[in-house]
DNA sequence: ATAAAACCTCAACTTAACTTGAGGTAAAGC
DNA sequence: GCTTTACCTCAAGTTAAGTTGAGGTTTTAT
């Protein structure tokens, strides 16, 4: 078994995880491997630069099922090439730079705010950044007040 | 029991967020309240304004724990006045710094790595941008191999 | 050839941040 | 006064993303 692949540990180590973390990739769909002999996992180098994506975009914010979703666009019996991987690549920029902004926001809102009175669910700015509040959200909001 | 205070329900409505939450808050000790005759819940208007900030500071992705040891920091029995507030904004608005320069680090890698060849768990830029890789990180990394 | 290291599967445990539900009490509305 | 709505406590369930461990097999190294 000189050249079948890359053992599980291998992956790991090359990937800075843990081999359950593999597994559990694996389980999820997010990465794939063929058997040898002894029913031990062989993966393809390819797998590296998914698990590289995965944790990329873990960074990002993105969740595991995100990803899954992402990654079954690409083809499923040949490796992806760039431009797909550029699409993937396009998508979560975006998602990226609405994070971004979203954060900046609260930042620019944060100073002014927190320690003024106006800090309220409804009406203060900090609170409405694009993200919307609760379903309950509906009554009377203090506002102005001295809590 | 016209106005002693504000109810779980009332405090849940005007935050946007439910009864259970509340409760799940003050079992952490992020807010209090004091009981009434029958045993329920008082919450004090300053709750309010605690739970804004539990609610911002967790879209800046920091933790209730660490929200907690920062309330901690305020004083028990008197509301936090403004420089109080403004400290704990201050400690937070730089957490926020760095996770948007973070963001942006990667986002600006993230066009430039993903569609090439070099992404890989070591050497890319996309990886060091100041977080440190797993202690099994030490083996060999595939550069510029085509997957 | 044998011992150690690496793998295998599967179930259960972990943490964060809540939510749901059961069984029972208090307050409010008519 | 009665009914509905709101509260109470406490235990257990939920989701995400893994980790840990038990019991057993395969590879690798000496």
Wanted: charged share 20%; net charge positive; proline share 3%.
């Amino acid at each position: 078994m000189i050249n079948d692949g890359l053992t599980v540990g291998q992956v790991a180590k090359r990937c800075g995880i843990k081999v359950s973390s593999v597994h559990f990739y694996e389980s999820k769909g997010l990465i794939s491997s063929s058997r040898n002999s002894g029913n031990q996992r062989r993966f393809a180098k390819e797998v590296l630069r998914r698990v590289s994506i995965i944790k990329a975009a873990q960074k990002m914010g993105i969740s595991l099922q995100e990803i899954g979703e992402a990654f079954s666009t690409l083809p499923k019996h040949r490796a992806p090439n760039k431009s797909e991987w550029q699409t993937l690549s396009t998508q979560w920029q975006d998602k990226l730079n609405q994070r971004i902004v979203s954060l900046q926001n609260l930042r620019d809102r944060l100073t002014g705010c927190i320690g003024c009175g106006c800090l309220s669910m409804e009406r203060c700015p900090m609170y409405n950044d694009g993200d919307h509040l609760g379903e309950n959200a509906a009554g009377p909001v203090l506002l102005n007040a001295k809590y």
